[in-house]
């Protein structure tokens, strides 16, 4: 499984991105997909999850900023991230889990800075 992340970059405090992840497989209905991030020096952290059947969880400090998607048509997931803060800039990785077998996309660069 590849999984391949889009979307990153630099944007002012109080903005949106959207970032997206293809999976060079279907990934319905095997596989739970997630975003991590890790800043610098710190550990990764689960940013949002979503099962194969729609249900989603959130980290506390994204909870009514961002939301997790997925189209199974297109085998991508998404991101759409709002009201954006310096703290969530990091570096932003795909996840895709099936039972014990976890892969990961290589990560998107998100900085946001004034």
């Known amino acids: 499984v590849q999984l391949q992340a889009f979307g990153g970059g630099l944007v002012q405090p109080g903005g949106s991105l959207r970032l997206s992840c293809a999976a060079s497989v279907q990934i319905y209905p095997k596989y739970a997909m997630a975003w991590y991030r890790q800043a610098p020096g710190k550990e990764r952290e689960l940013v949002a999850g979503?099962?194969?059947?729609?249900?989603?969880n959130y980290a506390d400090s994204v909870k009514g900023r961002f939301t997790i998607s997925r189209d199974n048509g297109k085998n991508t997931v998404y991101v759409q991230m709002n009201s954006l803060a310096p703290e969530d800039t990091a570096a932003y990785y795909c996840n895709a889990r099936c039972g014990s077998a976890v892969y990961w996309g290589q990560g998107t660069l998100v900085t946001v800075s004034s």
């Open positions: 979503i099962s194969s059947g729609g249900r989603t």
